[in-house]
């Protein structure tokens, strides 16, 4: 079941709207079994429309009660709220078909003293991880790891290559690692996102003092020691080459 959630939201409170989102309402959820379609901000930052998926009504509930507790204090954001359950049968935009898996990047990258750009995420505050997030759509992968590390932690990079291809099943993510090295930019956090942003010695000694959560370990570990893989991205009807990675020889 999907449950669509549209907030009129104060325009000076978005900083606070998503920090709160990302440390209280998206932990609920995700741990109880949530998975988020979609957080999707206007223009004019004065409305937010969030899609959650429920595998049954039982699950939704059990979720909604477990949100009583941080809603007052939520409100105090917005200055009205909706919220409905979308049918598959109607015409969109109330209809809305989830897509059956997600794709997601993220990037070790280096810089000239061959320390590693690590981020800590408000809503997995438990451990370091590197820069990434969501492919949106029609969006090239490249341009995707490109976005992402420059709005976690204000760095550009010169991208390498690709190290690696990881799949949750259990979540429907599958997320792809890029290897690339700093290019410009000053660290900073991201507002309401990312509470740590900084380069370090990364080591495979050293690793798990940062990376606790052993997925994100081995996506570190293995572009460490990069072997690459050929990645190609091009449009059809007629065939246009965007962009390609080849194999390289491993970076050291």
């Known amino acids: 079941m999907i449950k669509r959630y549209t907030y009129q939201a104060k325009p000076e409170r978005l900083d606070d709207i998503n920090r709160f989102f990302h440390t209280h309402i998206y932990p609920i959820q995700i741990k109880n079994g949530a998975k988020l379609i979609g957080r999707w901000v206007n223009d004019t930052k004065n409305e937010i429309l969030v899609i959650w998926e429920y595998t049954s009504k039982e699950q939704y509930e059990r979720i909604e009660s477990l949100l009583k507790s941080?809603?007052?204090?939520?409100?105090?954001?917005?200055?009205?709220?909706?919220?409905?359950?979308?049918?598959?049968?109607?015409?969109?935009?109330?209809?809305?078909?989830?897509?059956?898996?997600?794709?997601?990047?993220?990037?070790?990258?280096?810089?000239?003293?061959?320390?590693?750009?690590?981020?800590?995420n408000f809503h997995r505050s438990d451990t370091m991880e590197m820069p990434g997030g969501q492919v949106e759509e029609g969006e090239t992968l490249e341009a995707a790891i490109h976005r992402e590390v420059f709005e976690e932690t204000g760095i550009t990079v010169n991208l390498l290559g690709?190290?690696?291809?990881?799949q949750n099943v259990t979540i429907g993510v599958t997320c792809v690692v890029f290897r690339g090295e700093y290019q410009s930019g000053e660290v900073r956090t991201a507002?309401?996102?990312?509470?740590?942003?900084?380069f370090t010695k990364l080591t495979r000694e050293n690793i798990e003092q940062f990376i606790t959560r052993k997925q994100f370990r081995d996506r570190a570990l293995d572009a460490m020691d990069a072997n690459y893989i050929p990645y190609e991205a091009f449009k059809a009807r007629p065939y246009e080459l965007i962009r390609r990675f080849d194999v390289i020889k491993e970076y050291s």
């Open 70 to 120: 941080v809603k007052p204090y939520d409100m105090d954001f917005y200055t009205d709220a909706d919220e409905d359950f979308m049918s598959s049968t109607a015409p969109y935009p109330s209809a809305y078909h989830p897509p059956k898996h997600l794709l997601s990047v993220s990037g070790y990258v280096t810089n000239q003293d061959g320390e590693v750009l690590l981020v800590r």
């Open 191 to 198: 507002e309401g996102e990312t509470s740590e942003v900084f």
């Open 162 to 166: 690709i190290t690696g291809i990881y």
